[in-house]
């Protein structure tokens, strides 16, 4: 039988950096509208705004995609700790 070797810190880095990955990208449309309109001219703002639109769809499903990993790396990390104080208590009990 293998070995499972799992780093419960490494884990929950990447439950945290995926979350914050997340965040960052749903921030987009807020930091872009405030450099659009700090420009100061009217044509360039125009495509810094028409640029950040025809990202949304994509950028929504990144967002989805990073959703979804994140929160798994967070079960996983529930679920192993949970197993972990199982095995503990089972092993004190004997």
């Excluded at 990447?14 to 009217?42: C, E, K, M, W």
């Excluded at 790396?73 to 949970?82: E, G, R, S, T, V």
């Amino acid at each position: 039988m293998a070995d499972l070797m799992l780093s419960m810190d490494e884990l929950q880095q990447l439950y945290h950096d995926l979350r914050t990955a997340s965040t960052a990208f749903g921030s987009i449309p807020r930091v872009t509208n405030a450099l659009a309109h700090a420009v100061g001219h009217q044509a360039v703002e125009t495509r810094v705004l028409e640029l950040e639109t025809s990202w949304d769809l994509r950028r929504a499903e990144i967002i989805a995609s990073l959703d979804a990993i994140w929160r798994a790396a967070q079960a996983i990390h529930d679920n192993f700790d949970k197993l972990d104080h199982q095995v503990a208590a089972a092993i004190n009990d004997q």
